[in-house]
């Protein structure tokens, strides 16, 4: 109930703010994406992990409007890079599933229109549970999302419940590989396995492959071998703040 207030005067006061995590080619090296992660600075507690708030913004309905800010602040923000000449890869921005509502189309193409920013710019990752709830009206609104030209990333893959003949009714452009498979990497006979089933399966249905929380060198090649398309992870980032961002994009890498 605490945080619950505190998160509510956090959105407020502006105390909530973005962090983005570069997504790098395995081919060329260089950053093509970034994923946008919720931060609060908290006056008393300090940085605040997402793993501890947006669970309780899931459950007392806060989420709506902190999925809408972080939508808002990650467009504003692709707008002042691109006014700063900067060459942006897509942002991608969670949404939880209760953000998945029917309103969320008319919700995105406002949001865009507002800072002038082209639906290609933004990614959307939404996770397993929601294809799980599997109605028509989801895939209704998957439908209209990608109609816009906005591309939707299917994040935690592998820790759900999707079946894979079930995958092929949404539209989704990219599988992102849960880290839970990548740590074992290339020691862990079952984890190889696993993320070599994923690859080759999005292969065949011609999604791109990133692969979520890759830390070694070891693990790196391992995935470039098996013809992954994208790393993310601390061996080449951590979510950085906005300035880091555009520096590390300046740089060229
Ligand atoms: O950045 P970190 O690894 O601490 O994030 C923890 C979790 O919080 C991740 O599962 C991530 O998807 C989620 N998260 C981060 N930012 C957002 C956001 O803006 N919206 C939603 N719904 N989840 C987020
Ligand atoms: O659920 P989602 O995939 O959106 O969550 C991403 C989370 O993973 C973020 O909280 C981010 O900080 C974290 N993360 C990103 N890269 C790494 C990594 O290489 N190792 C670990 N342990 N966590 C990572
Ligand atoms: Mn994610
Ligand atoms: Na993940």
């Not at 790098?24 to 708030?53: D, K, Q, T, Y």
């Not at 951590?238 to 300046?250: I, Y």
């Amino acid at each position: 109930l605490r945080i619950e207030s505190e998160l509510r005067d956090a959105l407020a006061n502006g105390e909530l703010l973005l962090y983005y995590q570069p997504k790098v080619s395995l081919r060329s090296g260089r950053i093509v994406g970034a994923e946008a992660l919720l931060r609060w600075r908290h006056p008393v507690r300090g940085l605040v992990s997402p793993g501890v708030f947006i669970p309780v913004a899931e459950e007392t309905g806060l989420i709506m409007e902190l999925g809408d800010w972080a939508i808002e602040e990650a467009c504003r923000q692709i707008r002042q890079w691109h006014d700063a000449g900067l060459e942006m890869p897509p942002v991608a921005v969670n949404l939880s599933a209760r953000q998945f509502d029917t309103g969320l189309p008319q919700r995105m193409a406002a949001v865009l229109e507002r800072h002038d920013v082209s639906p290609e710019q933004v990614m959307l990752e939404i996770t397993e549970s929601l294809l799980v709830r599997g109605a028509d009206t989801v895939i209704g609104i998957m439908n209209d999302l990608v109609a816009m030209g906005l591309a939707l990333a299917l994040d935690d893959f592998g820790t759900g419940y999707s079946s894979l003949a079930y995958l092929k009714k949404f539209p989704i452009s990219t599988l992102k590989i849960d880290r839970a498979f990548v740590i074992g990497l290339p020691h862990e006979e079952n984890d190889c396995a696993i993320a070599r089933a994923i690859v080759t399966m999005a292969q065949q249905m011609r999604q791109e492959i990133v692969a979520e929380g890759v830390e070694t060198e070891d693990q790196m090649t391992f995935l470039r071998d098996l013809g992954c398309d994208q790393l993310q992870g601390y061996l080449f980032s951590q979510p950085v703040p906005a300035v880091d961002f555009q520096r590390m994009l300046g740089e060229g890498r």
